[in-house]
T-cell receptor
Framework: RKEVEQDPGPFNVPEGATVAFNCTYS??????FFWYRQDCRKEPKLLMS???SGNEDGRFTAQLNRASQYISLLIRDSKLSDSATYLC?????????FGSGTKLNVKP | GAVVSQHPSRVICKSGTSVKIECRSL??????MFWYRQFPKKSLMLMAT?????????EQGVEKDKFLINHASLTLSTLTVTSAHPEDSSFYIC???????????????FGSGTRLTVV
């Protein structure tokens, strides 16, 4: 079983839409969780950390459910510039495990 | 913020040759560096963890004799792909951890990646 599983998408949404991505992880002992963004042929860049209490950064909201081993990312008011692949990342004992990514296409 | 410099960004080599990729932490000391590989439309896969002054720890299925890792100083780790073959063509990315863990992602910073093409 994969450490991290994500719906690969793609999610094709119009500008201004709200879109949600989900992710599940297999190791209940995982310590920390992140969402990364990766543009085509570039390195991944940290979007935000994910906390059990939920956290928000502008148009982005991340949630963690440890009981269900489930992580989510909500993007409100999508912009064209949000088009990218979003990677769910889980840290197990200082090793990062990446999901395969969910591709988002925001269209005008 | 912490910066990791990875070089080269792109390399094309002939089958059978070896290629060295460098990963440097520019403004912090990295006791641990990680090497990842990403095939097209696939996830980043951890290949190995290198610790300064000791042998690297390889993930299952990664050949340590083919992917040589050296982490001789607190600011430099190298990955050498030996006797490269076309199936080794991939995007290789390093990640380094700031000893102080000051960044919000617990101190992990990624290099910009190296796209290796073996012909």
């Amino acid at each position: 079983r994969k450490e991290v599983e994500q719906d690969p998408g793609p999610f094709n949404v119009p500008e201004g839409a709200t879109v949600a991505f989900n992710c599940t992880y297999s190791n209940s002992a995982s310590q920390s969780f992140f969402w990364y963004r990766q543009d085509c042929r570039k390195e991944p860049k940290l979007l935000m950390s994910v906390y059990s209490s939920g956290n928000e950064d502008g148009r982005f909201t991340a949630q963690l459910n440890r009981a269900s081993q489930y992580i989510s990312l909500l993007i409100r008011d999508s912009k064209l510039s949000d088009s990218a692949t979003y990677l769910c990342v889980v840290n197990n004992f200082n090793k990062f495990y990446f999901g395969s990514g969910t591709k988002l296409n925001v269209k005008p | 913020g912490a910066v990791v410099s990875q070089h080269p960004s792109r390399v094309i080599c002939k089958s059978g040759t070896s290629v060295k990729i460098e990963c440097r932490s520019l403004d912090f000391q990295a006791t641990t560096m990680f090497w990842y590989r990403q095939f097209p439309k696939k996830s980043l896969m951890l290949m190995a963890t290198s610790n300064e002054g000791s042998k690297a720890t390889y993930e299952q299925g990664v050949e340590k004799d083919k992917f040589l890792i050296n982490h001789a100083s607190l600011t430099l780790s190298t990955l050498t792909v030996t006797s490269a073959h076309p199936e080794d063509s991939s995007f290789y990315i390093c990640s380094a951890r700031d000893r102080q863990g000051r960044e919000k992602n617990y101190g992990y910073t990624f290099g910009s990646g190296t796209r290796l093409t073996v012909v």
